[in-house]
């Protein structure tokens, strides 16, 4: 077992964890500090010397990241519980790594699984991990342990990335042509098969928070002429194809994800004929493509990761959403995203509200937004709440 530290908070500084707060600040801490290496066990003490948690130290801002808040060995059994724990809530979803009609999913989502640092996705026996702390980097052989023990005789592969860290991908030697080229892994998301690569892909090779708001959309197509930028690999469209829609239009910059949504179009056995997949700019195909639709999705990534930059951000969604409600018919809709997490849920629907004034635009919000419930946000960490979105009904 690894060594563990002890660190110390500054007097005054222990009512901050009754709150439960995952994360501890460097300028709560009082000693103990400079004896702990990036990633090492440390035990949290009152400035009296009374235990309070323990966690995972790191050089930065967020000086410790909380496992526990009561004083218990962290090892391949630890680690196995609070797997355990996160399948077994995922079972109560209907998501399970032996599921018929869905079997990808997200397993361990962080702070709000208890395990902050470590991203964990299931993808029909590929588990993609993501460490974003080195504390969970450096504790990668109990973690992959305890996950081969909880998913059991379930065959399984698991695959490592490191997001954020002064490191170099986990394996440098796994091969990155693991799957054929433009191949990936199937899966399949309620009754809908896709091809996901994590090499080659964005996030973990998906966009598995947005299950419920492909599924809500394939609900509201029949009959419907639907926008989908940002498409990635297809997920709406392809939603929107199955709901019934009459026409879809996909509009996405890279052309691989062209190629991969042209690819899950196929591989569920959809007709191209109503479907136009466009590799492009979304924000020169929204002002110089004419056509209005039923339904328009905007889905961009981040435009903020850090708050320095969350002034810039709004401006970018102010001008996507403008053009975007403009390409909306009357009596139809717009279902729009953000996923910077330090653009708050106020701080978006304001944007919205900009853009909708600014086009001249009667909008309503008809129903608010948000991830799957395999994306859970601890009470106690509501920055883990970054997907949002709207959607906005326009009735003139």
Request: with cysteine; charged share 25%; net charge positive.
């Amino acid at each position: 077992m690894a060594e563990i530290h002890e660190i110390s908070l500054k007097k005054g500084r222990e009512k901050m964890l009754s709150r439960k707060h995952p994360w501890i600040f460097s300028g709560a801490i009082a000693g103990g500090i400079k004896a702990a290496e990036n990633g090492a066990l440390v035990r949290v003490v009152s400035s009296s010397g009374k235990y309070m948690a323990t966690g995972h130290f790191q050089q930065s801002s967020i000086a410790v990241r909380l496992l526990t808040f009561s004083d218990q060995t962290i090892d391949q059994a630890f680690y196995k519980k609070r797997i355990k724990s996160a399948l077994n809530y995922r079972k109560t979803q209907n998501l399970n790594p032996a599921g018929e009609n869905t079997n990808c999913f997200r397993l361990i989502n962080g702070e709000g699984d208890k395990l902050s640092g470590l991203i964990a996705d299931f993808y029909n026996g590929l588990i993609v991990l993501q460490y974003h702390s080195y504390g969970m980097y450096h504790q990668r052989s109990s973690i992959k342990a305890a996950m081969a023990e909880v998913i059991g005789n379930h065959e399984h592969e698991i695959i490592e990335f490191v997001q954020g860290l002064d490191l170099k991908k986990v394996d440098e030697n796994f091969p990155t042509d693991h799957f054929a080229q433009d191949g990936g892994q199937e899966v399949i998301e309620a009754g809908i098969k896709y091809l996901i690569n994590p090499f080659r892909g964005q996030k973990t090779g998906f966009f598995l928070d947005q299950r419920d708001n492909r599924i809500f959309l394939r609900q509201m197509s029949l009959g419907k002429q639907v926008l989908n930028t940002f498409s990635y690999t297809g997920g709406f469209s392809l939603n929107a194809l199955k709901g019934g829609a009459v026409e879809v239009v996909s509009v996405d910059s890279s052309s691989y994800a062209s190629e991969m949504c042209k690819k899950n179009e196929q591989l569920n056995g959809l007709s191209g004929e109503n479907h136009e997949i466009v590799t492009g700019d979304v924000f020169e195909f929204l002002k110089e493509d004419s056509r209005e639709f039923d339904v328009v999705i905007l889905d961009p990534p981040a435009f903020a990761k850090s708050r320095k930059k969350s002034h810039n951000a709004v401006q970018a969604y102010k001008r996507l959403n403008r053009e975007g409600l403009k390409k909306v018919k009357e009596g139809g809709f717009l279902m729009t995203f953000s996923c910077s997490q330090v653009i708050s849920n106020q701080l978006f629907e304001d944007t919205i509200r900009t853009a909708a004034i600014e086009c001249g635009r009667p909008a309503k919000i008809i129903k608010r937004l948000g991830p799957g419930t395999d994306h859970p946000v601890s009470v106690f960490h509501p920055e883990g709440h970054y997907l949002k979105g709207l959607l906005v009904h326009l009735d003139g």
